[in-house]
């Protein structure tokens, strides 16, 4: 396990490519029928954790829009990626990417979520997004939701709360894989779905169950048991998606998409009771793999449902169509690794809802990143989820996401000069290539956020992850300029070269 080389080679037919998504990027948030989804409503999930943007009101008794005049939901124009798909592609065809990921708009499509026929001006966009992805030779890889549930899903029928989620998730999948099935090989179901216990209105369109009229607090009105009959109802339309896909085109790939960070968690010590409260942490994640890659609800699960007394509602022959309808491959992210002490939990790291403090910090990790945002830079916690994925599940693994967000300001004339972005990647590349050595089947590095964009996490532009900068600034301003940072340079060659 130790690092001795000096030239790091991946193999033949690697995938090496960026990723965005389309809430965080497109913008046009009311064009060409598109209506409001449940990011159009946020500012940012972690430094904004209510919902300004949506009241309850006491006389329907459900969720209606209600914008805040006074904060600026960048979403709405985003950079405006909707608009300039094709000189933003060109830009990642110039580093030499020969993939990109990118989400569909679920509400471009069905912009209430509940209709029977699609929107055909938001299928035209994906035609020409998709084409224009294989004419520049880059393989598109397609999240089908990525915290965009449409928000009437959610004011409606409060999300995947609600079975009736399946059935609409269901005929957006038959829509999207007929349309586009000749052209994407790639394709995930929900994005992070393991925060959906974390970020419930975000990852499980879920509204709140008891409401302050004027405010929506996430810690104090969800509940326990619908949080976990949301889980149950996203793993089955999970199956479903997965059992459709495979009869509609047996040639291609459907993976599950996990926030992988969390599992990158250590004891802080030999006590035992922390080693065992670690496991418990980790189980958080592994919950949700062991469902969509595994096929079966772990006895862990099961435990907690019983001793908390929040057992969903599970329909016959559903655990059959979780086990027989397994993923293809498992995609996740990676940002930084976590520690847990048995006294207080697994501390995981949220931004600038802790302002960077953590209860329990890893006194072997020396590096943060150089930016407001402080989080811990520990490259082989990524080849650490790599091995453990392979270990337990022995399945094709696809680095989603892994980036550094760092707070930059352009000056005229100048190129933006980014060596701790170059070394956090080269760093992190060290570990996927040894990672590969040891048997790990990787398919494919793609580097979150190759353009700036909004950050889901906490709203802001300021958090640039671009190999390209964009003019747009928290405030709503800027021109929308790109301009190339130093780093576009790097990953050029490492991807000419196939390595390091």
Not at 26 to 54: C, F, N, R, S, Y
Request: glycine share 8%; hydrophobic share 35%.
């Amino acid at each position: 396990m130790t690092d001795r080389k000096l030239q790091y080679t991946f193999p033949e037919g690697f995938l090496w490519g960026g990723a965005i998504a389309a809430n965080q990027t497109e913008g046009a948030w009311l064009e060409d029928g598109k209506k409001p989804q449940a990011t159009d409503v946020m500012v940012g999930i972690i430094t904004d954790g209510h919902t300004p943007g949506v009241k309850y009101n006491p006389q329907t008794q459900k969720y209606e829009i209600c914008l805040n005049p006074d904060k600026v939901y960048l979403a709405h124009e985003a950079i405006d990626f909707y608009h300039r798909y094709k000189e933003d592609l060109q830009l990642m065809a110039g580093m030499g990417m020969n993939c990109f990921r990118t989400s569909i708009s679920w509400a471009r499509i069905f912009p209430n979520g509940d209709e029977l026929a699609p929107n055909e001006a938001g299928l035209k966009h994906y035609d020409d997004l998709f084409d224009t992805m294989l004419s520049l030779g880059m393989e598109p890889i397609v999240t089908i939701t990525h915290f965009d549930t449409p928000l009437h899903l959610m004011c409606e029928y409060n999300g995947w709360s609600n079975r009736k989620m399946i059935g609409f998730f269901l005929n957006y999948c038959n829509v999207i894989f007929r349309r586009y099935g000749a052209k994407v090989k790639y394709w995930l179901t929900f994005n992070e779905i393991n925060n959906i216990f974390r970020m419930p209105f975000a990852a499980g369109g879920v509204m709140p169950s008891h409401t302050d009229p004027d405010t929506v607090d996430f810690a104090a009105n969800y509940t326990q048991k619908e949080l976990h009959q949301a889980l149950h109802n996203a793993m089955v339309a999970n199956a479903q998606c997965v059992r459709l896909f495979h009869d509609l085109m047996p040639g291609g790939r459907i993976g599950c998409m996990i926030a992988g960070s969390h599992l990158a968690t250590y004891p802080a010590s030999c006590d035992p009771r922390d080693v065992l409260a670690t496991l418990d942490a980790r189980r958080n994640t592994f919950l949700f793999t062991d469902i969509m890659a595994a096929g079966v609800y772990p006895e862990y699960l099961r435990k907690m449902w019983k001793d908390q007394g929040i057992q969903p509602d599970i329909r016959e022959g559903e655990l059959e169509l979780i086990r027989d309808n397994t993923v293809d491959y498992i995609g996740f992210s990676y940002y930084y690794s976590n520690v847990c002490n048995a006294a207080v939990g697994a501390e995981f790291f949220e931004g600038t809802l802790t302002k960077g403090s953590r209860k329990v910090k890893n006194p072997y990790i020396t590096e943060y990143s150089p930016s407001p945002w402080n989080f811990p830079l520990d490259p082989l916690g990524l080849r650490y989820v790599l091995e453990e994925y392979t270990d337990r599940y022995h399945k094709p693994l696809f680095i989603m996401e892994n980036g550094l967000g760092l707070d930059e300001t352009e000056i005229p004339g100048q190129r933006i000069q980014d060596p701790e972005r170059v070394k956090f990647l080269e760093e992190h590349l060290k570990q996927v290539a040894l990672a590969i050595e040891d048997g790990c089947n990787v398919l494919g590095y793609l580097w979150w956020g190759p353009l700036d964009l909004v950050s889901s996490g906490t709203g802001e532009m300021r958090k640039r992850y671009g190999f390209v900068y964009v003019d747009r600034h928290n405030d709503g301003t800027g021109d929308l300029h790109r301009s190339i940072k130093e780093s576009y340079y790097r990953y050029k060659e490492i991807i000419a070269n196939n390595g390091l």
